[in-house]
């Protein structure tokens, strides 16, 4: 199994910044990929963005493209969405997920992840 811990969410004006961080633990962390998905209320869960297992690849979301960047510390076992220029519509619930390597590059697909973290609150007043 793989625990996820995510931490850094909080309230903060449009245009500032937050930095999501997920710890991992259990199964080892260098065969997954990790994502971040999102859930406003009354909404769908939805794709944010992933990185490949060695970090080698990105994929983003169009709606946060050129603002939120992903990454990864493999030694460390954590994962990170760095988030600037927040508008008030990136309010959700944010979830970190793990994709144990199946050779396909299904990243953007809920269903593809084997494990979730508990979420954190990303709130962005206007």
């Known amino acids: 199994q793989v625990q996820l811990v995510e931490s850094g969410g909080g309230l903060v004006q449009a245009g500032g910044s937050l930095r999501l961080s997920c710890a991992a633990s259990g199964r080892t962390f260098f065969n997954y990929a990790m994502g971040w998905f999102r859930q406003a209320p009354g909404r769908e869960r939805e794709f944010v963005a992933a990185?490949?297992?060695?970090?080698?690849?990105?994929y983003y979301a169009d709606s946060v493209k050129g603002r939120f960047t992903i990454s990864r510390d493999n030694t460390e076992k954590r994962v990170y969405l760095q988030m600037n220029s927040l508008k008030p519509e990136d309010t959700a619930i944010y979830y970190c997920?793990?994709?144990?390597?199946?050779?396909?590059?299904?990243?953007?697909?809920?269903?593809?992840?084997?494990?979730w973290g508990q979420g954190t609150q990303v709130t962005v007043s206007s």
């Open positions: 997920a793990a994709k144990y390597y199946t050779g396909n590059n299904y990243y953007r697909r809920i269903e593809e992840y084997d494990y």
């Open positions: 990185i490949t297992w060695s970090g080698g690849e990105t």
